[in-house]
């Protein structure tokens, strides 16, 4: 048994020692400031939330993996800005978000997102307008349920 309790302590530590599941449910802040909550997430793995900037609270929907997928999940959600009294700018664009929940090992729970923001365009020369990017969320209060 003293043999094996290395290769067990290391096995444990690999596995993720804190053990803690990562829930996407509840109220997340990014990098950029913004907000967003996630109220739901069924049992099929659809979630539902909002995600709020300075600007305007448009809805968010998405999905994640099934619990079978650890204790660390991934997911991908979308926003649609649908606002007719923002800016034309404002009021016409999608963002898609995906990315992986983890549970970094002090046990705080990380949201790590790429992120294509997708803008209308009149002209096939200004598709450039699309925006890839990268970013982090951390929770700022859990709804426990």
Not at 19 to 43: A, F, P, Q, R
Not at 100 to 122: A, P, Y
Not at 126 to 137: P, S
Request: glycine share 8%; proline share 4%; net charge negative.
């Amino acid at each position: 048994m003293v043999r094996a309790t290395p290769f067990l302590l290391v096995l444990f530590l690999a596995l993720g020692a804190h053990g803690k599941k990562c829930n996407l449910t509840g109220d997340w802040k990014n990098d950029l400031g913004s907000n967003m909550t996630i109220y739901e997430v069924k049992e099929n793995g659809d979630l539902t939330g909002t995600y709020l900037t300075s600007i305007i609270p448009p809805p968010l929907l998405g999905s994640q993996h099934l619990p079978d997928q650890l204790n660390q999940p991934t997911f991908g959600f979308t926003v649609h800005w649908n606002n007719s009294h923002a800016s034309f700018y404002l009021r016409i664009h999608v963002v898609v978000f995906t990315g992986q929940c983890f549970v970094d090992n002090e046990g705080k729970e990380i949201l790590k997102t790429m992120w294509l923001w997708r803008s209308h365009d009149n002209r096939l020369e200004d598709d450039w307008n699309a925006t890839v990017g990268f970013g982090g969320f951390i929770t700022i209060i859990r709804t426990e349920t």
